[in-house]
Structure formats: structure tokens, C-alpha cells
């Protein structure tokens, strides 16, 4: 475990960079000891920041959220090596005993946290409740809308986010059902027109799953998914590996989303040499920073973490500050998570320290101290 006791240096609190150091004590941030910047001042590194907060992730170093509770627990430990200091592990469209399965094992890790690992936020569910025109990387499992069994698993299983596809039949009804259930739901790989987004957030949808990625686009004279998020979402989940968008559109979704956040989208095959892996119930090959299917084209998840993530939005343009709010702050608003994505005194000390060129050089999960990775 790391040897540093009080995380120290310029310090991202929601006034601005303090220089100084932390205090913490039972897993929380006690107290903020030190000097808020001058407007104008440049912070110094390391840079304490909120711990980042993956809200759409498969897998990592070989775990995958679909294979088992050991596996589940080896890609939180790897994403939290990497900075991710919370996440919801997602599930893939496939047969609904595998399905169910994962959820079950997802439920044996959330409230439960070992020693090293990730905080498990609970499941987000993508599909299968989605529009087979528009699989993307999701198996050929899907289903129509279902609300009852929208239902059973929304009242057995921690289900926090999901994804849906407003167009298919009964979709509106599962998204009604989980809306009432406090899960925040998502248009995603969908071809609904605009209308039909429209509706879906009057029924209680609150944002969208990867956007660009697998749903109708934006195009002046038919607009879609992709065209109401620009014009009225508040929120909106964007993969940051500058191979899934690219980084103009990245920046125009940033210039028309409020609160814009990052997610990773990774599979196992992150942290791992090239080669064959599977998605789900897909044969997948990763090559260098690209993952695929065997047409070697369409685009299967990533292999980037939160921290790669950022350092991208940063080479874009981002300030630091916003690059850190789109992995971190958002996400824990997003789910109405008070004491994570914030420095406060009370909050989670769920930390990262980050040196001049944005390396993750500690981290800290609930006050514990995580090794890093190498």
C-alpha cells in the first residue's frame, strides 16, 4: 500500500484549487488545511482531485462483469489501480440467465468493497432492451419491452442505470417501471426520432448511453438521438479514447451539454496484450488501442481507463478542472451521490494525486490507500 498518510499539494475543491493538504480520518475527508490560489495562479502538481467514477464499464485485466464474482472483483481492483475510485459495472445484452447471473454478482459486490477494489455503485443494465437494428457490439439477445421483468430485476437486483431503446415495443412502458424505481435510464443503441426521445424523457428517461455511438445521428432535416441530446440534455455519458468520437465532436457535445461526463466503455481486454477476448457472447480482438469484432471495423468497447480518459480531454482543450468534473463530479451527480466527486470536509476520501503530466500517482478508496498501477 502507498506510504503517503495526508494526500498534499494543489487540492480541486468546488471554490478552486487550495494549496495544502487533507485530513482524513474513518474513511472521510476530516478537514481542508491550506490557501485558496489567486484567480489568476496556476496550480502546482501533484494535484489532488476526486476520484474518478466509471459509469459505464465491462471489464479490465481479464474481468468481466458478465463472467463471475472473482472476475467481477479483478476488474475493480484493476480499475482502481488506474484512479477509478467508484463504478457500475455493466452488463451486455445476452441470454437472461446470463444476465441475471451477473446481476447477482454485481448485487455480491455492491455494499460489500474489499480490500483494493473499486467501490461497486450497482449494475447498469445495457439492453436488452434495445433496438436490434442497432446492436453495435451487443449480442443478437434483444427483446421487446418487457415491464414486469423490468420490474423483478429492478426489486431483486442494484440496478442504477439502464440502458433502453424508447422505440421498440413497450419501451416506454420499461422505462416508466425502472424510472419509478430510482434507476436512471438511457436512450441508448436506438433509432427513435426525436419525437420519441421527447417522449421517453417526459416518461422519466434522464440521459444517454455513449452518445454518437450506436443511435440515429444528428441530420438537419430528420433529426434523432444524437440531435435531441445537443439540443435539451442535461446529462449525457461520452466515450473519451478518441477512437469512438472524434475530438471536434467531443468538443461540440461539450459546448452543448451542461454536464457532459465521461465513461470508459472498457472490456476485459483493457490492461492486456493484443489478442482474442470476448464481449459478452462475442469474440472480440484488441489491437494496440482499438478493440473490434471480427470485421475488424465496428468498434467493441475500449481498453482505456478513466485516467487515460482524462489526459485525452485535457490534450483536446479541456481545463483540468472541467476534464475532472466530466470524470468524477458529474458522474456522482448524476447519481445523486452527495459525498462522492466532491472534496469536502464529510465527504468519501476517495482520492487521486496526479503528477505534471496527469499520471495517477496515488490513490485512495474510503481512506485506504491503493496500490498503483505500474
Not at 71 to 83: D, F, I, Q, V
Not at 162 to 185: F, N, Q, Y
Not at 277 to 282: A, D, T, V
Amino acid at each position: 500500500m502507498s506510504d503517503v498518510k495526508e494526500p498534499a499539494g494543489s487540492i480541486l475543491t468546488p471554490s478552486g484549487w487550495v494549496s495544502g493538504r487533507l485530513s482524513l480520518a474513518k474513511g472521510r475527508i476530516a478537514a481542508i488545511h491550506g490557501k485558496l490560489h489567486a484567480h489568476a495562479a496556476a496550480p502546482e502538481p501533484p494535484y489532488i482531485v476526486p476520484g474518478f467514477i466509471d459509469l459505464h464499464v465491462h471489464g479490465g485485466q481479464g474481468g468481466d462483469s458478465m463472467d463471475g464474482e472473482d472476475s467481477l472483483r479483478r476488474m475493480l481492483r484493476y480499475h482502481a489501480s488506474h484512479g477509478t475510485v467508484a463504478m457500475a459495472p455493466t452488463t451486455v445484452t445476452a441470454p437472461m440467465e446470463r444476465i441475471e447471473s451477473a446481476l447477482a454478482d454485481i448485487a455480491s459486490v455492491t455494499g460489500h468493497r474489499a480490500r483494493g477494489e473499486a467501490t461497486s455503485l450497482g449494475a447498469h443494465i445495457e439492453g436488452p432492451f434495445i433496438n436490434p437494428k442497432r446492436l453495435g457490439a451487443q449480442g443478437p439477445f434483444t427483446r421487446d419491452g418487457d415491464a414486469s421483468l423490468a420490474l423483478a430485476w429492478a426489486t431483486r437486483f442494484p440496478i442504477v442505470i439502464a440502458t433502453v431503446a424508447p422505440e421498440i415495443p413497450d419501451g416506454i412502458d420499461v422505462i416508466r417501471t425502472l424510472a419509478e424505481h430510482r434507476c436512471r435510464v438511457q436512450v441508448g443503441h436506438s433509432l427513435a426520432s426525436a419525437d420519441q426521445v421527447g417522449l421517453a424523457f417526459a416518461c422519466g428517461c434522464t440521459g444517454f448511453t455513449h452518445l454518437f455511438n450506436a443511435m440515429s445521428g444528428v441530420n438537419h432535416r430528420d433529426p434523432g438521438v444524437a440531435s435531441w441530446a445537443l439540443a435539451h440534455a442535461e446529462y449525457a455519458e461520452i466515450i473519451c479514447d478518441l477512437n469512438h468520437i472524434h475530438p471536434q465532436a467531443i468538443l461540440l457535445a461539450r459546448r452543448a451539454i451542461p454536464k457532459l461526463y465521461t465513461v470508459t466503455d472498457s472490456s476485459c481486454a483493457a490492461g492486456m496484450p493484443d489478442g482474442e477476448y470476448r464481449l459478452g457472447e462475442l469474440r472480440v480482438f484488441k489491437r494496440g488501442l482499438m478493440v473490434t469484432l471480427e470485421d475488424k471495423v465496428t468498434l467493441a468497447s475500449s481498453v482505456i481507463t478513466l485516467a487515460d480518459a482524462l489526459r485525452n480531454l485535457v490534450s483536446i482543450g479541456v481545463p483540468l478542472a472541467e476534464a475532472v468534473a466530466m470524470a468524477s463530479t458529474r458522474p456522482a451527480e448524476y447519481l445523486g451521490l452527495a459525498d462522492l466527486g466532491r472534496i469536502v470536509p464529510g465527504a468519501r476520501a476517495s482520492l487521486v494525486a496526479l503528477d505534471d503530466k496527469l499520471n495517477v500517482k496515488s490513490v485512495w478508496i474510503e481512506g485506504e490507500a491503493i496500490d498503483v498501477a505500474a
